[in-house]
C-alpha cells in the first residue's frame, strides 16, 4: 500500500494553543492536500500544495513541504474548540488517472 | 453549492446479500471514487473511475465491483455482504489532473 502515516495518532490541545500534525508518504508527488472531517461526516478540502511549493497559508493553517523527506506539515494556529476533528493527508501522483491515497489520520481535540 | 450525494446515511444489510451503494455528483467531474473508513485504518481506496464505463482496482477491491454507466453516477456493488464489509463508505468526485476532492457525507453500512 502506498498510504501515508499522520503523527501524531491523537492530539488534546487547550484553545487559543497551536496544533501541528505531521505527514510522511512513500512516492514521487504532484501535489499533497490536507482534508478535515467532522465526526461521522464525509471530508473536507482544507488546502493543497504543490510538489514545487514548500509552504502555503490559508487564514489560520500553515503547510509545508519537503519533498526530500517526503513530508508535510499542518498547523493550525490559535486552535479553537470547532477546531476538533480528524484530519487527514492526501497525496496525489504524477500519473494519469491516479486517485488520492489518505492517511490514517490525526484526531485532534481542542477544549476550552 | 457543488454536492455529491449518497443515496443512503446508515444501511443495515443480511450476510450473503447483495447490496448497491449509490454516489451521484452534480459537478460534472471525470474522476470518481470509492472508500472505506475503518478505525485506525483511515482512507482505504476500493475503486476509482476517471472516465464513463472505466474502472481502476484500489488497494482493497476484494469483495466489491463497480458501475459507472453515467459520469455522474457511480455504484458500489457487494456480490454478497459480509460481516467484514461493516465499515463506513465514502464516494468522492474531482475534476481531471490532481486537484481537490468533493465527498458525500458517507454510507454507514452494518452487515448482520
Known amino acids: 500500500s502506498q498510504q501515508g502515516e499522520e503523527d501524531p495518532q491523537a492530539l488534546s490541545i487547550q484553545e487559543g494553543e497551536n496544533a501541528t500534525m505531521n505527514c510522511s508518504y512513500k512516492t514521487s508527488i504532484n501535489n499533497l492536500q490536507w482534508y478535515r472531517q467532522n465526526s461521522g461526516r464525509g471530508l473536507v478540502h482544507l488546502i493543497l500544495i504543490r510538489s514545487n511549493e514548500r509552504e502555503k497559508h490559508s487564514g489560520r493553517l500553515r503547510v509545508t513541504l519537503d519533498t526530500s523527506k517526503k513530508s508535510s506539515s499542518l498547523l493550525i494556529t490559535a486552535s479553537r474548540a470547532a477546531d476538533t476533528a480528524s484530519y487527514f493527508c492526501?497525496?496525489?501522483?504524477?500519473?494519469?488517472?491516479?486517485?488520492?491515497?489518505f492517511g490514517k489520520g490525526t484526531t485532534l481535540s481542542v477544549s476550552s | 453549492d457543488v454536492k455529491v450525494t449518497q443515496s443512503s446515511r446508515y444501511l443495515v444489510k443480511r450476510t450473503g446479500e447483495k447490496v448497491f451503494l449509490e454516489c451521484v455528483q452534480d459537478m460534472d467531474h471525470e474522476n470518481m471514487f470509492w472508500y472505506r473508513q475503518d478505525p485506525g485504518l483511515g482512507l482505504r481506496l476500493i475503486y476509482f473511475s476517471y472516465d464513463v464505463k472505466m474502472k481502476e482496482k484500489g488497494d482493497i477491491p476484494e469483495g466489491y465491483s463497480v458501475s459507472r454507466e453515467k459520469k455522474e453516477r457511480f455504484s458500489l456493488i457487494l456480490e454478497s455482504a459480509s460481516t467484514n464489509q461493516t465499515s463506513m463508505y465514502l464516494c468522492a468526485s474531482s475534476p481531471p489532473g490532481a486537484g481537490e476532492a468533493f465527498f458525500g457525507q458517507g454510507t454507514r453500512l452494518t452487515v448482520v
Open positions: 492526501a497525496t496525489a501522483t504524477n500519473q494519469a488517472g491516479t486517485a488520492l491515497i
